[in-house]
């Protein structure tokens, strides 16, 4: 780690019983090529999860699949006894396959099993934070989730899960989950280039629910990325400095999660977060969508 300790951007979010910090850590870059196998460096992985939390970071995102078990044994051996004031976000929904593939794997019975394979590799009773993965690898897919969304909401009701969310939900999933039990946040793809859930993240907002969007710089047009590029050099930045800087100051209930592999390039990311962002470069920033 570098002499140079940057303050964590954003401030805090409650969600469910904790209070975490708005800049977090997604895990999923921390196992092999491909999010399969082993890191090329287990004591670095280690050594990285450990630097986040003496950082301040109280927010980390995982999921057995990543590996798959990989990421999920990593943050037990690094930070296992967890701090009282950690929340780990694990998600389930789907396994892999042999060829590195995601199929989904949402029955009741496939659910439970996922819970407790979390709970075992993450050596905890209850897990802090279950995302019901929706969709496919292309993104949401209108679909009813009742009876996923129902098994988890039992499995809550037996206290082996805290709190409740969805990741890659259509608004209406997400209506629907909310309908059954309340949820504590959303997980979806969205950024300064892909911006369909602005009403999603505004209403949120309004009802105290974390937006937690992965993919900061996915899926940018030429056309996009030269526009970000340009505003960065004129800040004398980084384009994803300036995307993450602006998903934090875009909404208070957008909670961060990029992921790395490397301590160095976690230092930057929370240095560029922290980016001063003026009215005007919010509007220019905020018009490279459409």
Not at 49 to 75: C, K, W
Not at 98 to 117: C, I, M, Y
Not at 157 to 171: D, E, F, H, P
């Amino acid at each position: 780690m570098s002499d140079f300790t940057p303050q964590l951007p954003g401030g805090t979010w409650t969600l469910g019983d904790k209070t975490i910090s708005r800049f977090g850590y997604g895990a999923m870059q921390l196992a092999g090529p491909g999010v399969m196998g082993p890191p090329r460096d287990r004591d670095e992985a280690v050594a990285l999860l450990r630097a986040a939390v003496d950082l301040g970071i109280t927010h980390i995102d995982t999921a057995e699949t990543y590996g798959p078990r990989v990421v999920n044994e990593l943050i037990r051996e690094a930070l296992h006894p967890y701090a009282g004031d950690l929340l780990i976000a694990t998600k389930v929904g789907g396994r892999r396959d042999a060829e590195g593939g995601w199929p989904t794997a949402r029955t009741p019975d496939e659910l439970r099993s996922q819970v407790d394979d979390n709970l075992a590799l993450l050596g905890v009773d209850a897990l802090d934070l279950v995302h019901l993965r929706l969709g496919d690898a292309n993104g949401p897919v209108p679909e009813d989730i009742e009876d996923a969304f129902t098994t988890l909401v039992d499995l809550q009701s037996q206290g082996i899960i805290r709190s409740l969310g969805v990741s890659n939900a259509t608004a209406e999933q997400v209506v629907q989950a909310q309908s059954i039990a309340p949820i504590v946040s959303v997980q979806n793809m969205y950024n300064l280039a892909n911006r369909w859930d602005d009403e999603l993240v505004d209403r949120l907002a309004i009802e105290g629910v974390a937006y937690v969007p992965f993919f900061p710089l996915g899926g940018f047009t030429p056309l996009q990325s030269d526009a970000l590029s340009a505003v960065a050099a004129r800040l004398d930045s980084t384009p994803m400095s300036v995307a993450l800087a602006w998903l934090l100051r875009r909404s208070p209930n957008i909670l961060l999660i990029p992921g790395t592999s490397s301590s160095a390039h976690l230092l930057e990311n929370i240095a560029g977060a922290g980016l001063a962002l003026s009215d005007e470069d919010m509007r220019e920033l905020s018009s490279i969508a459409s």
